[in-house]
């Protein structure tokens, strides 16, 4: 059974960094697609990145580009949303999702995703 934990969430001022961690288990990740999503208050969860297991192929939202970066570190099953440069806008509960695939495509539905997981909270003050 596929498990998705995340941390590393928390508080930081605008213009700060934080980086995500999700550590997924319960089967190998070849050939999984793994995306970051966000949710704030009151507001439909968003896409906000993803990237290919096998390849490492990577896709972006638009609203961050350049300050975001996902990553991957095979050996320990994990992988990373590097945040920089952090605005107020960015304060969401953040969710890490995996779901069988080949990064062909954007893999930016919510209902792309099989595997979910509890989601942390990143606060971004002004």
């Known amino acids: 059974q596929v498990q998705l934990v995340e941390s590393g969430g928390g508080l930081v001022q605008a213009g700060g960094s934080l980086r995500l961690s999700c550590a997924a288990s319960?089967?190998?990740?070849?050939?999984?697609?793994m995306g970051w999503f966000r949710q704030a208050p009151g507001k439909e969860r968003e896409f906000v990145a993803r990237?290919?297991?096998?390849?490492?192929?990577?896709y972006y939202a638009d609203s961050v580009k350049g300050r975001l970066t996902i990553s991957k570190d095979n050996a320990k099953n994990t992988v990373y949303l590097q945040m920089n440069s952090l605005k107020p806008e960015d304060t969401a509960v953040y969710y890490c999702?995996?779901?069988?695939?080949?990064?062909?495509?954007?893999?930016?539905?919510?209902?792309?995703?099989?595997?979910w997981g509890q989601g942390t909270q990143v606060t971004v003050s002004s």
């Open positions: 319960g089967r190998a990740f070849s050939g999984y697609v």
């Open positions: 999702a995996a779901t069988p695939g080949y990064s062909r495509g954007s893999y930016s539905k919510r209902s792309d995703y099989d595997y």
């Open positions: 990237i290919g297991w096998s390849a490492g192929t990577t």
